[in-house]
């Protein structure tokens, strides 16, 4: 089929809840990713931080082929042996959380909402301004973004927001009636914001000390991304819930929200369900991936190579003044510009480069783990070109 073809046929077939690029992505091996038309660009954003192993590593192509010509699903009236194994090794890397497993982040947002509601018998919850959770219903009303919301009120009732990274605005905020604090470790789709260095160790004393659960969004940040397995270990915390998604299948749909026992233990048969969720094909490559990000040492790598590329990065920023900040954790990058980064993202195609804009003024780095050093030199040199005919 050719490009234009497949353009109109989106149009006219597809939900227009996008505004996607003008390219057609085909095949994918490690960092690099083909076009409909054979051209090879460098994955900057790797499916929104998904990819974290790579495009089609072998091995979870094996996992998906070996499992799929033997069992891709049965339903939860069964016990599901890849599903029990993923969450053992998931209680494993954890210190004893348990999961519970669905097919996304939102999702995963969802069933924590849930979870935290009914073992607090309370019903506050507090977010984050700027924040991102999902868009359902339940994971929309944690979002902190206006422009998400809007169109969608009236959204469920017993959320209120505070000013990300500021904990007093977070103590004066907590009430009697507050199941739970929910934030992001770093906020991505907000613009890659990062906290002050102890925001979370306040958090979590405030949280014990006021009988308030915390739960960690680690859909984004989660499975290595930011230089150790989740976030939250870098933190030096440990929530009580916190969810996953995305790179825990490397594409495959899984998410998975865990707590620690005794919060998890609120849920009974019947409280919360899922259809698909833990199904055995999705389990089967989720405990690949862990396996591959442990063997590979994924996130060394991040902490290494995310310190590489922000050098790089930095050195753009002293050659163009139309970079205002670098900032970032691991392989989660934020460029700050002062200008919509947009056209710069559209240019990046040009150039072989898939690159993300969020916030609008944000270039969000999140490429694939496995990434290597020849091609980061290479994104910042063809961002350099692309830099060069921006007005500073």
């Given amino acids: 089929m050719d490009f234009s073809t497949l353009v109109e046929l989106d149009r006219r077939c597809v939900a227009q809840t996008y505004s996607r690029l003008p390219v057609a992505l085909v095949e994918g091996r490690g960092a690099l990713v083909r076009d409909i038309h054979g051209k090879e660009y460098i994955d900057c954003i790797a499916g929104i931080a ?3 192993v790579g495009h089609s590593h072998p091995r979870v192509l094996r996992a998906l082929q070996e499992q799929a010509s033997k069992l891709m699903h049965v339903s939860n009236l069964y016990y599901i042996p890849p ?7 998931l209680c494993e890397l954890t210190g004893g959380y348990r999961s519970f497993f669905c097919n996304s982040g939102t999702e995963a947002v969802e069933a924590a909402i849930k979870l935290v509601r009914k073992h607090s018998r309370k019903r506050e919850i ?27 009120k009236p959204l469920v009732p017993g959320f209120k927001h505070v ?34 260095e102890d925001y979370f160790k306040e958090v979590r004393e405030l949280c014990d000390a006021r009988d308030v659960l915390l739960v960690l969004d680690e859909v984004q940040t989660g499975i290595a991304r930011t230089g150790t397995l989740f976030a939250w270990q870098g933190l030096g915390i440990e929530p009580d819930v916190f969810t996953l998604a995305k790179a825990l299948g490397a594409g495959f749909p899984i998410g998975a929200m865990l707590a620690k026992p005794e919060v998890m233990d609120s849920f009974s048969p019947g409280d919360h369900a899922s259809t698909f969720g833990g199904n055995p094909l999705a389990c089967a490559v989720a405990k690949v991936v862990l396996e591959i990000v442990e063997e590979e040492r994924l996130a060394q790598r991040a902490r290494e190579l995310g310190e590489y590329f922000m050098e790089k990065l930095g050195q753009l920023q002293r050659e163009h003044e139309v970079i205002k900040e670098v900032r970032g954790r691991g392989l989660l990058i934020g460029v700050e510009l002062s200008i919509p980064c947009a056209e710069i993202v559209k240019k990046g195609l040009e150039h072989g480069l898939l690159l993300n804009c969020t916030h609008e003024r944000v270039l969000r780095f999140a490429p694939p783990l496995v990434i290597t050093k020849e091609q980061i030199d290479q994104v910042c040199s063809r961002l350099g070109g692309i830099l060069k005919g921006v007005p500073e």
Avoid: C, M, W
Avoid at 83 to 89: I, P
């Fill in 50 to 52: 998904v990819l974290n």
């Fill in 83 to 89: 599903q029990v194994e993923l969450a053992e090794k």
């Fill in 126 to 152: 507090i977010a984050a301004r700027n924040s991102f959770h999902g868009r359902t219903l339940g994971s929309l009303s944690a979002t902190g973004q206006e422009k998400y919301r809007t169109a969608f």
């Fill in 163 to 196: 000013e990300y990274g500021n904990i007093e605005a977070l103590r004066k905020a907590i009430t009697k009636d507050t199941a739970a604090v929910i934030l992001e470790p770093i906020q991505g789709e907000g613009g890659v914001i990062i906290p002050p």
